[in-house]
């Protein structure tokens, strides 16, 4: 079973509007986290933001804030007033457990947001 | 701070050549991690180090072999390149006992293999 899912593999959106970019995960460790990362078409890959398990409060950085419904399992990237420099391929990932030097992460397969004018 | 370095940015290799992958990173962090990126698969994980010394497998280690050569420095080495490992490749290190132990990744390897 995949660990992270990212059911949407292509998103439009217009300039100025929020988007949603869904993210469920499936994990039995109570000690998680959850990041997204941008992928720009220049390949880089781009740390937008991270919500822990216990953390209490979604995550909020800028224009990106993350809607963590933990007992859903979803962990969805909300970003308000798209711009054109929005548009890229966005990851959602998780390491499971805390504190133990090299968990890797593990990747969703990615969402495309595509932003116009 | 440059962040996490990788050289080459690209490399054309013939089946069953031979290259190294180099990774550099400047944040004094203890881990190190090579995943690689292929269309509609996301990134997954070849090899990994926790700490200086320490390597270990990840879920696509075959016809690879990793070497921590210093806190800093952490390679990947094709040794008979195959057309299946064709592929973008990317370089991470993280500080493991942090709060978030976010990972930060170089600009990637495109590797194409004929």
């Known amino acids: 079973a995949q660990k992270i899912t990212q059911t949407q593999p292509g998103m439009f959106v217009q300039e100025k509007e929020a988007v949603t970019l869904d993210c469920t995960y499936d994990t039995s460790d109570p000690s998680y986290g959850l990041f997204w990362y941008k992928q720009p078409s220049s390949g880089e890959m781009i740390f937008l933001i991270y919500q822990g398990s216990y953390d209490q409060q979604n995550a909020t950085e800028g224009r990106y804030s993350l809607n963590f419904q933990k007992a859903r399992k979803s962990a969805n990237l909300v970003i308000s007033a798209s711009q054109l420099g929005d548009s890229a391929m966005y990851f959602c990932?998780?390491?499971?457990?805390?504190?133990?030097?090299?968990?890797?992460?593990?990747f969703g397969k990615g969402t495309t947001l595509s932003v116009s004018s | 701070n440059a962040g996490v370095t990788q050289t080459p940015k690209f490399q054309v290799l013939k089946t069953g050549q031979s290259m190294t992958l180099q990774c550099a990173q400047d944040?004094?962090?203890?881990?190190m991690y090579w995943y690689r990126q292929d269309p509609g698969m996301g990134l997954r994980l070849i090899y990994y180090?926790?700490?200086?010394?320490?390597?270990d497998k990840g879920e696509v280690p075959n016809g690879y072999n990793v070497s921590r050569l210093n806190k800093r420095e952490f390679s990947l080495r094709l040794e008979s390149a195959a057309p299946s490992q064709t592929s973008v490749y990317f370089c991470a290190s993280s500080e493991p006992g942090t709060s978030q132990e976010t990972q930060y990744f170089g600009p990637g390897t495109r590797l194409l293999v004929l």
């Open positions: 944040m004094n962090h203890n881990s």
């Open positions: 180090s926790a700490s200086e010394g320490t390597t």
């Open positions: 990932a998780m390491r499971e457990g805390q504190d133990q030097a090299g968990t890797a992460l593990i």
